[in-house]
């Protein structure tokens, strides 16, 4: 540490550090000089890898003393403005020297994406302290922005002890380091010399889908400063720069002083748009083509090859088991010429007796989902499902629940009826206009929560066929209407269907299967399903044929003719739900069109959400739904 203590070592590094500027970001620093506001705080991003390979001494320095020569970086920005103003023929007369310049390090592509210097939140350790350090996760806090005390002049410029507080404490001695000794105790500030800053402090929580069964996802706070300040909000995924440093507290008395870690960030990265992303190598997609090559002639037989791939282990449920699959594919977002937008996510709801598999499926579709997260009705969190305000430290923030976190992915509520109820006041909004707007101990802000729902919950007691589905599960009308499928899975009594189930169960137990069964079986393994549908969500947009809008057109104009116990869930929003269906149908059939066979397939769903259909059969009972020997020849007979 002794060169960078150096004054002449400094300005050495300074000067190189301003040779590398000027040789690979002049043409961002000229529009910093032309920029008409000399208050605005200016990012200068460099690429670590680009000053590995300039001045690998240089670089190697940085990482190991970032806290000492990011300072000297941000020196060497407004040395270079000097060297380029020089030639003031080149920018004109309107450019000025601006003095918020912030020099932001960019790990990716560089050796710094190595685990040691890329750790997870949870393997954060004390010998990360003091270096460059990247961390991911997502931000499950977020505090309002203020300003902090940065710097005091007295006969020196005093700075605070971010690890200590956020306030300036008059200095106790001189740091001069001359020949002679001072030994001055009392300093008087300047006049005038207070400078003040942004300053945020956020927490940021690592991915649930990275750890294993039992494992306790960590946080870190992050202090973001300047131009950082409110750039991401409760729900984001980031990758963050900093500095590793500790958080400690030396004013209370009889208390332990612990040391808490803390990230000083340089550089937030949002990954908000890859929060979905899944690695689908050329070889598994030409599988997929000529899967559907080989069933050209009967893709309802290669459909359903797919969705006995969905919860293997439970038996038949073949209307669940299509319901999930076209939840998670889901239909295509509209935006109208006003900016309108009309939701593509799906969600389902399963209301059924215990025993019946609800959890099973619920869990199996969080597997099959890149982003997701499992809670209850109640909630984990005091945030519940969606968003909350908390105390922390004195300072108000926002924590993000359940339906924000899973922003961009699937949401699996288990007992959807024991909802909090600031939770059932809100949840209306996230289902549908897929937004949390919050006004809560004055933070006001709009949260996205575009992620698909999936619930589960027992009927109230015996279930009622003669009662309407909001007085069996105790959910507002309104609350089931933002479910495009509501299936109920009854546990009646009947021999046949127990005898068929039974024998399936013991035949799981017995020995193992031959070689030619574990093939067939492994087609469609989890690995698979979750690539497949992710290819299909991203390569497919299905449009609707006449054909197509023909049937889903007659059937809503006769559902909103019939005088049944339906009525009133038969609104505008079911057409669109049975627009949704039918494209993601489409999508599954690996295919760009939605014709009839995709129209018909999405009322089969909405039809199987009736405890009363003249379509389906076992009375509405998705419970006891099977597989068809010969799905393409039924079809073909029932149309």
């Not at 409760?234 to 332990?256: E, H, N």
């Not at 890859?274 to 997609?285: C, G």
């Not at 969190?381 to 924590?399: F, H, P, Y």
Request: glycine content about 6%.
């Amino acid at each position: 540490m002794g060169a960078l203590d150096d004054w002449e070592d400094q300005q050495q590094h300074i000067d190189a550090l301003a040779r590398f500027l000027i040789s690979h970001h002049c043409p961002l620093l000229r529009s910093i000089l032309l920029s008409p506001d000399p208050s605005i705080h200016f990012p200068l991003l460099v690429d670590f890898a680009e000053l590995l390979e300039f001045d690998p001494p240089l670089a190697h320095l940085l990482f190991s003393h970032p806290s000492r020569l990011l300072p000297l970086f941000d020196e060497a920005a407004r040395r270079c403005q000097d060297v380029i103003l020089e030639d003031p023929d080149n920018l004109g007369y309107k450019a000025s020297k601006k003095f918020h310049v912030h020099v932001r390090i960019n790990v990716a592509g560089s050796p710094l994406e190595s685990p040691e210097t890329f750790p997870s939140i949870g393997r954060v350790r004390v010998k990360h302290r003091g270096i460059l350090l990247t961390l991911k996760g997502t931000v499950i806090r977020s505090g309002a922005p203020k300003m902090i005390e940065w710097e005091q002049t007295y006969e020196f410029n005093v700075h605070p002890e971010l690890e200590t507080g956020k306030s300036i404490k008059p200095p106790t001695s001189c740091p001069s380091r001359r020949s002679k000794t001072c030994e001055g105790t009392y300093f008087i500030p300047v006049e005038d010399s207070k400078v003040c800053h942004d300053y945020q402090e956020i927490k940021i929580q690592e991915s649930t889908q990275l750890l294993g069964v039992g494992s306790i996802p960590r946080s870190i706070p992050v202090i973001l400063m300047d131009d950082l300040v409110d750039m991401v909000k409760a729900g984001d995924d980031v990758i963050i720069t900093g500095v590793l440093s500790a958080k400690w507290s030396s004013d209370l008395k009889d208390v332990r002083c612990d040391l808490d870690p803390m990230l000083i960030a340089n550089y937030v990265r949002r990954t908000n748009e890859m929060k979905s992303e899944i690695d689908i190598p050329d070889d598994l997609i030409k599988k997929f083509e000529q899967f559907w090559v080989h069933y050209r002639d009967t893709p309802l037989r290669g459909r359903n090859g797919i969705l006995q791939g969905i919860c293997p282990q439970v038996f038949g449920l073949f209307t669940v088991k299509l319901a999930v699959a076209l939840t998670l594919i889901g239909g295509v977002q509209h935006v109208d010429a006003s900016g309108t937008k009309i939701r593509g996510e799906s969600h389902l709801l399963l209301v059924g007796d215990p025993g019946t598999g609800k959890s099973q499926f619920l869990k199996f579709a969080a597997k099959l989902s890149n982003r997701s997260v499992i809670t209850t009705g109640l909630g984990s969190t005091s945030a519940g499902l969606t968003v909350t305000a908390v105390k922390d430290g004195g300072e108000w923030m926002l924590e993000a629940g359940a339906l924000v976190l899973a922003d961009g992915g699937l949401c699996c509520i288990d007992e959807f009826d024991s909802m909090r109820e600031h939770d059932r006041a809100t949840i209306h909004e996230a289902m549908e206009q897929q937004t949390i707007s919050v006004a809560k101990a004055g933070l006001v802000t709009t949260l996205s929560t575009r992620t698909i729902v999936f619930g589960a919950t027992n009927p109230k007691g015996q279930y009622d066929p003669n009662q309407s589905l909001s007085v069996n599960t105790t959910l507002s009308g309104p609350l089931l209407s933002r479910f495009d499928i509501v299936l109920v899975l009854l546990d009646t009594k009947n021999p046949e269907w127990d005898a068929i189930v039974s024998s399936h169960i013991l035949e799981t137990k017995r020995e193992p299967r031959s070689e030619n069964d574990e093939c067939v079986t492994n087609i469609w393994s989890v690995p698979m399903l979750r690539r497949y549908i992710h290819y299909v969500k991203q390569h497919f947009n299905p449009v609707l044929t006449k054909e197509s809008e023909k049937i889903i057109s007659s059937y809503y104009q006769l559902q909103r003719r019939s005088a049944t116990d339906n009525a009133a869930r038969i609104t505008v929003r079911m057409l669109e739900s049975l627009i949704r269906l039918a494209q993601a149908h489409a999508r599954l059939m690996f295919r760009n069109e939605v014709t009839g066979l995709d129209a018909v397939a999405a009322i089969l769903c909405i039809e199987s959400s009736m405890t009363t259909s003249a379509i389906v059969d076992s009375v509405g009972n998705a419970l006891h739904s099977n597989f068809a020997d010969n799905p393409d020849e039924e079809c073909i007979l029932q149309s």
